[in-house]
């Protein structure tokens, strides 16, 4: 199993910045993907960018150049960089971890830090 604790989140102006963290209770070398989901009101979860065990990053179109996600493995912790912050960006943002074994494929989910953006 992965517990995962996210923080770092609030309320920022349009154009500001924020880091979110979110700390693994187990190593990430042992995690196939990590990743950074959000879900704005009456909308889907949607992925927003995500690592796996091999570096190879992936972003949402809509947060490229200005999102950054990266991973501390000392630490057990990835963080995403966000950048010209803009409204739209409002959202629950969630971090998810991907385990693989011969056996299954998991999913875990942290409790999700609320990233408010204001215009």
């Known amino acids: 199993q992965v517990q995962l604790v996210e923080s770092g989140g609030g309320l920022v102006q349009a154009g500001g910045s924020l880091r979110l963290s979110c700390a693994a209770s187990?190593?990430?070398?042992?995690?196939?993907?990590m990743g950074w989901y959000r879900q704005a009101p009456g909308k889907q979860r949607e992925l927003v960018a995500a690592i796996t065990s091999g570096s190879n990053i992936n972003y949402a179109d809509s947060v490229k150049g200005r999102f950054t996600i990266s991973t501390d493995n000392a630490k057990n912790t990835v963080y995403l960089q966000m950048n010209s912050l803009k409204p739209e960006d409002t959202a629950v943002y969630y971090c998810?971890?991907?385990?693989?074994?011969?056996?299954?494929?998991?999913?875990?989910w942290g409790q999700g830090t609320q990233v408010t953006v204001s215009s």
């Open positions: 998810s971890a991907k385990t693989v074994t011969t056996a299954a494929m998991r999913d875990y």
């Open positions: 187990r190593s990430i070398f042992s995690i196939y993907a």
